[in-house]
């Protein structure tokens, strides 16, 4: 049975159909949800069977002048993760905002409560913890498609999308992207932040400077004995924060959502460091996680007694973003992770730009 939040009549942002202004942050952020939620709704249509006039997921695009190009499915459970849309606005729309406005989006889906997706949403989900979502069938199916997509119509023609473990997906592709020189516009919502101490979620902010202080402390002076050249073992690996400084994906997160909150911190710890005059510390702390670096010693480890292995990179530490948090009250974590959230209007937001130096 089809659920009210998967009805655009019932649930979309109506108020948008008319009238898009691509200048505008909040029809922007409330357009790309949208198109996120097409790709739930249409994953869920195949699985209901819901065909035709049946079908729900059409208007989460055509009510923006989307039309869908292609369905990306994966290839473990044929299930649908990802779309890629044409923008297509009638001849009276062609010269409104132009500067900001997408000719394609690739959008992603997050993680899907049905009994044939689940099991690998959740499996992928596991990747994101180990920092190997790179080495699964699915990220290779999406960044495939953004290569595609970049050589047929240009890297500023197109946009990337995604929600949860759909926003892992499109984090690590831009990253990809972005480290050959190749920036493209992004819109993150709730993007997974691996972090084994939620640390947003103290209260006391002494107690939290505290906390991060010290962990930047440690995660630096692990990451400097654990250089590659330090340990006889070659070459030194690149570093591929300055490369990607230049990107600044649009990061939306909810302070009660424990998947994504650390972000605020992150980011906010960042120009703390800088203020007490310790920013050679964070700067290489920042591009570092504790769980990483432990991976990184076990590679290591494994390399010395003869047996290969992947250095871990952790995804989600990017060095510039535009940080976007929503200060709304919400009743339940629910609320708090759902995409839903990100077209409503009355919105409480806090906008900020962060940039590496």
Not at 29 to 53: F, N, Q
Not at 90 to 102: A, E, R
Not at 120 to 131: C, E, G, K, Q, T
Not at 229 to 235: A, C, D, P, V, Y
Request: charged share 25%; with cysteine; glycine share 6%.
């Amino acid at each position: 049975m089809a659920s009210e939040r998967e009805d655009f009549s019932l649930s979309g942002p109506s108020h948008l159909t008319c009238c898009i202004n691509w200048e505008n942050a909040d029809h922007r952020r409330s357009v790309l949800a949208c198109l996120v939620m097409g790709v739930y709704t249409a994953a869920r249509d195949r699985h209901e069977k819901r065909e035709g006039s049946q079908a729900l997921a059409p208007p989460w695009w055509e009510s923006f002048h989307f039309k869908l190009v292609d369905l990306l499915v994966d290839a473990a459970n044929l299930s649908i993760f990802g779309a890629i849309y044409e923008y297509k606005p009638p001849s009276s729309h062609y010269n409104d905002s132009t500067g900001q406005t997408p000719r394609y989006v690739i959008a992603f889906r997050g993680t899907l409560k049905k009994r044939a997706t689940f099991v690998r949403d959740f499996w992928l989900n596991f990747r994101v913890f180990r920092y190997e979502l790179h080495q699964t069938s699915r990220f290779e199916i999406a960044m495939q498609a953004v290569r595609n997509m970049v050589a047929a119509v240009g890297d500023s023609n197109v946009w990337l999308a995604g929600h949860s473990l759909g926003a892992a997906l499109a984090m690590l592709a831009g990253r990809a992207m972005a480290k050959r020189g190749i920036r493209l516009e992004s819109f993150l919502f709730n993007p997974p932040f691996v972090s084994v101490v939620p640390i947003e979620r103290i209260k006391n902010r002494t107690w939290k400077l505290g906390i991060r202080f010290a962990r930047s402390v440690i995660t630096a002076a692990l990451a400097l004995a654990l250089e590659p050249k330090n340990l006889n073992q070659g070459n030194v690996s690149e570093d591929p924060f300055p490369a990607l400084s230049q990107w600044f994906p649009c990061l939306f997160v909810n302070p009660a959502d424990l998947i994504c909150s650390e972000y605020i911190g992150y980011f906010e710890h960042r120009r703390e460091m800088e203020k007490i005059g310790a920013e050679c510390i964070e700067k290489i702390a920042t591009q570092h996680s504790f769980r990483g670096l432990v991976k990184t010693f076990r590679g290591l480890l494994k390399r010395l007694v003869g047996k290969d292995s992947e250095a871990a990179e952790p995804f989600h530490l990017i060095p510039s973003a535009d940080l976007t948090v929503n200060q709304t009250r919400t009743e339940n974590f629910k609320d708090a992770h759902g995409i839903r959230q990100w077209w409503t209007r009355d919105l409480h937001l806090h906008s900020k730009r962060y940039r590496y130096r």
